[in-house]
């Protein structure tokens, strides 16, 4: 099985940037498509940005869209999520997310397509 480990998380004020790594470690599991969620308490977990592993394609909420930007590094099996241009509204739980599934364009930011989760990590931005 693959284990997923996030850090980066932290607090900024608003304006300021982040940057999210996800580590995925085990073996015999092919990454097909890697997200970003995250989750403030009493939501439903929110799909922020994803990437088909391989092709490259890549996959954005509207409200984090020309802010954030995600990449995935094979050599490492480390996705990354850069945060500029940081809000309040995105202070929640950062969530990292893989499945060896295709992910579509239409569902790749949908939490019931991934099959392993990290254990979150906190982003906290202050106005």
């Known amino acids: 099985q693959v284990q997923l480990v996030e850090s980066g998380g932290g607090s900024v004020q608003a304006g300021g940037s982040l940057r999210l790594s996800c580590a995925a470690s085990g073996n015999s599991y092919v990454l097909a498509c890697m997200g970003w969620f995250r989750q403030v308490p009493g939501k439903e977990r929110e799909g922020v940005a994803a990437i088909r592993i391989g092709a490259g394609s890549t996959f954005f909420a509207d409200s984090v869209k020309g802010r954030f930007t995600i990449a995935y590094e094979n050599a490492k099996r480390t996705l990354e999520l850069q945060m500029n241009s940081l809000r309040p509204e995105d202070t929640a739980m950062y969530y990292c997310?893989?499945?060896?599934?295709?992910?579509?364009?239409?569902?790749?930011?949908?939490?019931?397509?991934?099959?392993?989760w990290g254990q979150g990590t906190q982003v906290t931005v202050s106005s």
């Open positions: 997310a893989t499945t060896g599934n295709y992910c579509s364009s239409s569902r790749s930011l949908a939490s019931s397509q991934y099959t392993r």
